[in-house]
């Protein structure tokens, strides 16, 4: 079966960085991108980015002015999201997704991890 | 930036037909996919390039887009179909993704 399973919860002072893993088994890896989406609490959802997890290429949206930072490590079939200086308003549930195809665009998300909740509170 | 108009609530009788609508600008030219989120729960994809549905999910989930409007339709509700749904576009102007607004239906 197809699954992508994130890393657990985290608390995280203003100022700070946080990184999530999604670790993925049941399929090629390489062949899907994977999105990063954000989702603040009552809120709709908030997409984040995607990476090629074949050639690494990546594509972040401007929202974030450079604080995200989308990674891959092929061997152990896991993406990562790193966002940094962090504030308030970065609390929410980060979920990643594979993409339905190697690049992103276009595609939906047809495969999604349990989510992760990243609160940011001094 | 681009945005994606939902009704925020919909509601619907166990049994009767449920259409959620999901509105932007020039939206003819866009192709929606379409998720439904339980609470406490990730998305799970219904309706993929406007009409398509993944393996799984039931022929009463349906989708059309024409114009300025693309629409989720639940055929004979059920209590299980509770949740919120959102639509999604790619937005190639901007190169990213966009999320509407979120609709909750409520099966009564």
């Known amino acids: 079966q197809v699954h992508l399973v994130q890393s657990g919860a985290e608390v995280k002072k203003p100022g700070a960085s946080m990184k999530v893993s999604c670790k993925a088994s049941?399929?090629?890896?390489?062949?899907?991108?994977i999105h990063w989406v954000r989702q603040a609490p009552g809120q709709s959802l908030e997409w984040m980015g995607w990476?090629?997890?074949?050639?690494?290429?990546?594509k972040y949206s401007q929202k974030f002015g450079g604080r995200v930072t989308i990674t891959r490590d092929t061997s152990a079939t896991t993406a990562y999201m790193e966002l940094t200086s962090l504030t308030s308003e970065d609390t929410a549930v980060y979920f990643c997704?594979?993409?339905?195809?190697?690049?992103?665009?276009?595609?939906?998300?047809?495969?999604w991890g349990q989510g992760t909740m990243v609160t940011v509170s001094s | 930036s681009y945005v994606l108009t939902q009704p925020p609530s919909v509601s619907v009788a166990p049994g009767k037909t449920a259409t959620i609508t999901c509105g932007g600008h020039?939206?003819?030219?866009?192709?929606v996919h379409w998720y439904q989120q339980k609470p406490g729960q990730a998305p799970v994809l219904v309706i993929y390039?406007?009409?398509d549905r993944p393996s799984g999910i039931p022929e009463r989930f349906s989708g059309s887009n024409s114009g300025n409007t693309a629409t989720l339709t639940i055929s004979w509700a059920e209590a299980g179909d509770e949740a919120d749904y959102y639509c999604?576009?790619?937005?190639?102007?901007?190169?990213?993704?966009?999320f509407g607004t979120g609709t909750k239906v409520t099966v009564l």
């Open positions: 997704a594979r993409n339905q195809g190697p690049h992103g665009g276009y595609d939906a998300f047809d495969i």
């Open positions: 049941g399929y090629s890896f390489t062949n899907y991108a």
């Open positions: 990476i090629n997890t074949g050639n690494g290429d990546t």
């Open positions: 020039n939206f003819g030219s866009k192709t």
């Open positions: 390039y406007d009409t």
């Open positions: 999604q576009v790619w937005d190639s102007s901007g190169e990213h993704y966009v």
